[in-house]
C-alpha cells in the first residue's frame, strides 16, 4: 500500500481510561516514526482503534467506520490499525477489516510491522524497547494517566478483560515513581494511576511495595499536584490504603469502589468474592478514616437472570451508600466468557434501560442532598477549559464546577478558588475569588 507524503495519524481510544492511556503511547511511536496527528479520521493516513471488549455497542461503533474507511483503503489511502481490548471472537471477524492486528503489549514492534506492509517505512531494528519504556504523548498538559500494572486475575464472569489484557502484572515502582517525578517536574497537576484492579499492585511480585506504600511514596514527592486511582477492586481494599488517602492532603478524597450489584446472589453469579454485607463494612471504614469522602461506584443492570426482587437490592445500595456518582451500565452478553457459556442473557433490553434510569434517579437524589451542604464553601478547582461561555474545572471530587471568568484569561491548567453558588445534578456554578 503506498501512502502520500503527508503521513498524518489518527487515534480513537473507546472505554476506558487505560485505553486513553494506551492510546497515548501508540501516539508516541507513530509521532516518532514521522507522522503528525490530525483530529479526525477524515484526513489522516493512519487510523488506530484501541478498542474496548467491555459492550457490544462498542465493537458495533467499529464496524459502522468501515463504511466510510473501506473505499480509501481499497484507494491505498488509509491503513487501519486495532488494538487494545479485542476478545478473539471479535478479533477473528475484524481482522479481515484492518490491515494490522496486534495486542498493545507488542506495540513497540508496531513500525516492524508497518514496514511489513508495501508502505514506505524505515525501521532501526537496533531500537528495541518494552510498552512501558515508551514515554507517551500526552493529550493533556496538566492531567495525565499513569499505568501501574496490567491484566486483571479477577474471572468476574460478565468481564472480558482477562481474555484480553491477561493475568495481572505489576509495573516497576522505580519506573512509577520515575515517570511521576517526570509529570511533576513538567506541571502536570492531576495525577491518574491506572490499573483494572489497582490495588491489586504488587501482590504478583513480592519484591514490590503495596499499593497503599507506592501512593504514600507519591505523595511525598514535593510538588503541587492531586493524585487520584482507577478502579480498585473491594476484596483488596484494605486499611492501609484507607490511611494513607486520610494521611495525605494530595491524594484525592475520591474513591470508585465498584459494587456491580447490591444483591448476594447475583454477586456469586458474577464471580464477586464479597457480599453486600462485606461491601457495606468497607464503605463505612472508608467514610469513618477519611473526613469529607466522595464515592461512585460502578453498577450492572439486568445481567442473566437479575429479579426485580435483586435489582431493588442495588437501588437500596446505593441508597444506603449515597454515591455521588454511579457508572451504570446494561448488562452485555461478551463471547468468550463464563457467562456466555453458562448463562442466558434473558432481560428484556426496555427491562434494562427502566432499571437503568432507576439507578440515575437514586443517584441525583443522593448527589444532590450529599453537595447541598457545600454551597456558599470555596473550593479548590482544577480548570479545564473554556466552553461557549464560561470556564469548566473540576474539584478534589472530580466535580464539575463552572464559572464566568474572561475567555483569555488563561486559566487552562490552575488552580483557583471558587465560591459554589448553586448544586445542580453533577455539577455546580460558582463565582472566582
Not at 491506572?194 to 514535593?222: C, H, K, P, R, W
Request: glycine content about 4%; aromatic content about 10%; overall charge neutral.
Amino acid at each position: 500500500m503506498q501512502m502520500n507524503d503527508t503521513k498524518t495519524y489518527y487515534i480513537w481510544p473507546l472505554g476506558c481510561q487505560t485505553n486513553k492511556s494506551d492510546g497515548e503511547r501508540v501516539a508516541a511511536i507513530l509521532d516518532k516514526m514521522g507522522y503528525s496527528r490530525v483530529d479526525s479520521d477524515d484526513n489522516a493516513n493512519i487510523v488506530a482503534v484501541v478498542a474496548c471488549a467491555i459492550r457490544q455497542s462498542a465493537v458495533d461503533r467499529i464496524y459502522g467506520k468501515f463504511r466510510k474507511w473501506g473505499k480509501r483503503q481499497r484507494d491505498g489511502e488509509l491503513i487501519t490499525i486495532l488494538t487494545g481490548c479485542v476478545l478473539p471472537h471479535d478479533k477473528k471477524r475484524l481482522t479481515p477489516k484492518f490491515d494490522l492486528v496486534f495486542d498493545i503489549e507488542d506495540l513497540p514492534k508496531l513500525p516492524l510491522m508497518l514496514a511489513q506492509t508495501s508502505m514506505e517505512v524505515t525501521v532501526d531494528r537496533r531500537d528495541q524497547m518494552e510498552y512501558f519504556d515508551i514515554k507517551p504523548i500526552r493529550n493533556s498538559s496538566f492531567r495525565a494517566w499513569v499505568p501501574i500494572m496490567k491484566g486483571c486475575d479477577k474471572f468476574c464472569t460478565y468481564c472480558a478483560v482477562p481474555y484480553t489484557r491477561g493475568r495481572e502484572r505489576s509495573r516497576s515502582s522505580a519506573e512509577i515513581l520515575k515517570e511521576v517525578e517526570s509529570l511533576i517536574d513538567e506541571g502536570y497537576k492531576d495525577i491518574h494511576l491506572l490499573g483494572q484492579n489497582v490495588n491489586s499492585y504488587g501482590m504478583d511480585n513480592y519484591n514490590e511495595i503495596t499499593f497503599a506504600e507506592l501512593m504514600n511514596q507519591i505523595a511525598s514527592l514535593d510538588g503541587n499536584f492531586w493524585l487520584r486511582f482507577h478502579a480498585p477492586h473491594p476484596r483488596d481494599f484494605t486499611a492501609d490504603v484507607i490511611e494513607v488517602i486520610a494521611r495525605h492532603e494530595k491524594i484525592c478524597s475520591q474513591i470508585n469502589l465498584p459494587a456491580q450489584s447490591g444483591n448476594n446472589q447475583v454477586l456469586r453469579k458474577m464471580n464477586r468474592p464479597y457480599t453486600r454485607e462485606k461491601y457495606l463494612e468497607i464503605i463505612r471504614d472508608i467514610k469513618a478514616g477519611i473526613p469529607n469522602v466522595s464515592l461512585s461506584t460502578d453498577i450492572i443492570v439486568g445481567f442473566c437472570d437479575e429479579t426485580e426482587e435483586q435489582f431493588l437490592d442495588s437501588v437500596s445500595l446505593m441508597k444506603e451508600c449515597e454515591y455521588d456518582m454511579a457508572f451504570t451500565a446494561q448488562y452485555s452478553m461478551r463471547p468468550g466468557t463464563v457467562a456466555a457459556r453458562r448463562f442466558e442473557d434473558n432481560i428484556d433490553p426496555d427491562e434494562k434501560r427502566r432499571r437503568e434510569d432507576e439507578l440515575t434517579k437514586v443517584l441525583e437524589q443522593t448527589f444532590t442532598a450529599n453537595q447541598q451542604k457545600n454551597v456558599g464553601k470555596v473550593d479548590r478547582i482544577l480548570v479545564e477549559k473554556y466552553s461557549k461561555d464560561h470556564w469548566l474545572g473540576r474539584n478534589e471530587h472530580f466535580i464539575t464546577v463552572e464559572f464566568n471568568a474572561p475567555e483569555d484569561a488563561q486559566l487552562r491548567g490552575t488552580f483557583q478558588n471558587i465560591e459554589l453558588q448553586k448544586v445542580a445534578p453533577f455539577r455546580f456554578t460558582g463565582k472566582l475569588v
